[in-house]
């Protein structure tokens, strides 16, 4: 689970990443994808509640649990 701080600061990307960039912060790691899915969702909607703009991008669903 990463999250990604684009330039502009008031606007995340929280996602399920095999390959994380060089600019993201690990957020959690989890056996089960289901949980990791969850945990997105719920930072996604914490992060919107303050006024950050949030996006969870669902990864394709062959890449859910693939490493």
Do not use: C, W
């Not at 701080?5 to 289901?34: C, M, N, Q, R, W």
């Not at 949980?35 to 509640?49: C, G, H, S, Y």
């Amino acid at each position: 689970m990463i999250r990604r701080d684009p330039k502009d600061a008031s606007e995340v990307v929280i996602t399920v990443l095999h390959e994380v960039p060089a600019d993201a912060v690990s957020l959690g790691s989890f056996d089960d994808p289901g949980a990791a899915i969850d945990f997105a969702q719920e930072q996604v909607q914490r992060l919107n509640t303050t006024g950050t703009v949030a996006l969870y991008v669902d990864p394709p669903d062959d890449l859910v649990g693939a490493g």
